[in-house]
Each structure stands twice: as structure tokens, then as C-alpha cells.
């Protein structure tokens, strides 16, 4: 085996996946316009793409036990994008709600999958890598915007691109597929591989982690300009900077968030990186007292460097079990989609009943549920870890 090869590999299949996530997400308007949709119809459409892929999450954990990571990383991922033809070529939005569903399908699939080898490949280094993964993911989204942004201002096919991407993509992860590991490598373990060889409770309370750190991340996703725009009253042509501040400071600290990991270890990452996002939220939430839209700005960036390693020590955690860990991941991604779907629009709801100023007090909380439930569980999973090593 080719330890790395298969990282190149990892690296290969969370990218192509933003790429795919990101030429979606940018399509949208086309798709709106040539479909006609309208706000309520494209809400549902997205709704419909995210409970496909909370669906198959909940399934793909079984999926991945049984078949490896490595066969359910080769088929769903040229599949998922793929799957991108439906909403690319569908000529009426009945046609697009179930494309969008068969969508959201792959997603969920794909998740689970690349990362329930990503750990694999981390546990055969033996050092932390998984971070980077995340961070590709992240920089293949902005390749997708950017591509389609380059397209549609040299006035090319939106509906034409849309469909090149679904051809060409799973070509990539075609060619990409010889570099992962094979199941061997996860079923050597003999009886250790039959299940996930950690207490459902244990995997309850990383869920509770998970789902916290994806609703702070959802909230500054869909909030953060509109915070800056309406609370702070910033200019529209600016207000945007907010997202761009978090999403950058975000994808940078996942890129150097191994050796951060590697340094501090897993148990004192995840703590601080609770800590830094609830700290960041503070100054968010005391922005319109003190300092306006800099200290605003200052709080959106130093929540995005706090939530950036959540997810990635988490799986590390999980994957340092040494077993067959596809269900235990399966529920971990689905509680993190759950709280990255349900978030913000609890926020929308608290911010119609009182205002955005409020609602924001939620995800700051949720940033430091992170510390609270994330250190105690990742201890115990490192705690166990370490006792599996031969002395």
C-alpha cells in the first residue's frame, strides 16, 4: 500500500466534491431564472437536497462497514456528481425537486464515505492530516464559484457549464480512485472491525459537538452580512466582507490546523478552539455597543478560526477507536448537517420574534457547548487509544 497516495487521494476526492458543492451553490440563479422558481419554490428545492442527504447519511454508515470506505468513496463519488445532469437538464421544477433529492442522495454518501477514509489514512500516518482534507474541501468550493463566475461574465451556458461539470468531474474521481487504500487496511483487525468499538453514548455526545459547532459555522454562514448590513448598518457593497472574513480565516486554519493538532494534541484543540469561537461571538455580539463593524469583523474572524478544527478532531477522534467506524461517523455527519440545516433558520425565526442582535446570543452559546461536550468525549476516545497501543 501507498500511504501517500492515498493522502493524494483524500486530498483529490474532498476537493472534487467542493467543486461539485460549489458549481451548485453558484448555479442557483441561473437555475432560478430559467426555471422560473421563485424564493418559496428554490427554498424547497434546497430544503429537499438537504433532508436527501441527512437521509443517506444515516445509511451510509452501514454502507461504508460493509462494503469499505474505499468502494463506497469510488462509486458514490463519480455518481453524486453525476448527479448534478438532474437539476442541470430538468425542464420543470417537479422534475427538480426529485433531482434535487437524488442530489442531496450523493452528498450524503460521499460524506461519509471520503470521511470515513480520511481517518483511515490518518490512523495508518499516525499523525494529524485529516484538517488539510477539510481545508481542500473548502478551497474546492470557491474553485466552483469561481469557475462559474468566470463563465457567466464571459456570457457562456450557465445550464451548459452546469452540465460540463456533472460530465467531467466524475471523470476526476475516476482517475483518482487507484490511489486509496484498500479494505484490508480496516479489516485486518479481525473481530475489531465488526463494530464501531465505541459506546453509543460516547458517539452521542461528539454528535452533540458536532451539531454545535456546525450551527455557530451555519449561523456566520447566512448571518454574518446581514448582521454587518442591518445591526451595524454597514454599506451593502461591504457588508458581504463579513462572510468573506469568516469563510477565509476558516479555510487558512484548516490548511494549518494538523500541526496545530499535532502540537497541542486533540483534547486541548477542540478546547480551544470552543473557547476562540465563543470569544469570537462576543465581540460580534458587543460590536454595536463599542467598536462597530471592525470589532464585528475581528469576532466573524476569530470564529471562523475557532470552528475550523472542530469537525476534523472530532472524526480524528472517532477514527483513533481502530475500528470499523462508518455508522459511528454516519451519526457524528448527521448531527453536524442537522445543526449546519436547522440553524439558521432558528435564527431567522428568533430574529422575526425579537431581532438578529438576539438570535445571535444562540450560536454563541453553541460555541461553547463545543469546549464543553467535545473535551470530555475526545479524552475518553484518546484515553482509549493510547491503552490499544502495545506497550
Not at 66 to 74: C, H, K, L, N
Request: aromatic share 8%; proline share 5%.
Amino acid at each position: 500500500m501507498n500511504k501517500r497516495r492515498a493522502r493524494w487521494g483524500m486530498f483529490g476526492y474532498f476537493f472534487f466534491l467542493g467543486v461539485t458543492i460549489g458549481l451548485w451553490a453558484a448555479g442557483l440563479p441561473s437555475l432560478n431564472d430559467r426555471l422560473a422558481l421563485g424564493p418559496a419554490r428554490l427554498g424547497t428545492v434546497l430544503l429537499l437536497v438537504s433532508v436527501g442527504a441527512l437521509v443517506s447519511m444515516l445509511a451510509a454508515g452501514h454502507l461504508v462497514d460493509r462494503w469499505s470506505s474505499r468502494t463506497m468513496s469510488r462509486v458514490a463519488g463519480p455518481l453524486c456528481s453525476l448527479a448534478l445532469l438532474g437539476p442541470a437538464l430538468a425542464p420543470d421544477y417537479l422534475t427538480l425537486a426529485v433531482a434535487a433529492v437524488v442530489f442531496g442522495l450523493g452528498i450524503g454518501v460521499v460524506e461519509v464515505a471520503i470521511n470515513t477514509h480520511s481517518v483511515e489514512v490518518e490512523r495508518l500516518y499516525g499523525r494529524p492530516i485529516i484538517s488539510a482534507f477539510h481545508g481542500t474541501w473548502s478551497l474546492g468550493g470557491a474553485v466552483g464559484g469561481g469557475i462559474t463566475s468566470l463563465a457567466l461574465t464571459a456570457r457562456l451556458d450557465p445550464q451548459a457549464l452546469l452540465v460540463g461539470g456533472a460530465l467531467v468531474t466524475p471523470l476526476l474521481y475516476l482517475a483518482m480512485g487507484g490511489t486509496l487504500l484498500p479494505p484490508p487496511v480496516r479489516e485486518a483487525k479481525g473481530e475489531e472491525a465488526k463494530g464501531s468499538g465505541i459506546r453509543w453514548g460516547l458517539v452521542l455526545v461528539l454528535g452533540v459537538a458536532a451539531f454545535a459547532g456546525h450551527l455557530a459555522e451555519g449561523a456566520a454562514m447566512d448571518w454574518a452580512a446581514l448582521h454587518t448590513r442591518t445591526v451595524l448598518g454597514g454599506d451593502p457593497a461591504i457588508a458581504p466582507m463579513a462572510f468573506t472574513i469568516f469563510s477565509t480565516a476558516m479555510t487558512v486554519v484548516r490548511f494549518l490546523g494538523d500541526p496545530i493538532r499535532a502540537r497541542l494534541g486533540s483534547v486541548a484543540t477542540i478546547g480551544l478552539a470552543g473557547v476562540v469561537a465563543t470569544a469570537g461571538y462576543v465581540l460580534v455580539l458587543l460590536s454595536p455597543v463599542f467598536g462597530g463593524t471592525p470589532l464585528a469583523w475581528t469576532g466573524w474572524g476569530l470564529a471562523g478560526v475557532g470552528l475550523a478544527t472542530v469537525v476534523p478532531v472530532i472524526f480524528s477522534a472517532v477514527g483513533a477507536s481502530g475500528a470499523a467506524v462508518g455508522k459511528a461517523l454516519s451519526l457524528v455527519t448527521a448531527f453536524g448537517y442537522t445543526g449546519l440545516l436547522l440553524g439558521p433558520a432558528v435564527l431567522g425565526f428568533v430574529a422575526e420574534e425579537t431581532s438578529l442582535r438576539v438570535s445571535l446570543f444562540i450560536p454563541a452559546a453553541f460555541a461553547a457547548i463545543i469546549a464543553i461536550t467535545g473535551v470530555p468525549a475526545v479524552r475518553e476516545l484518546t484515553r482509549r487509544s493510547r491503552e490499544r497501543v502495545p506497550v
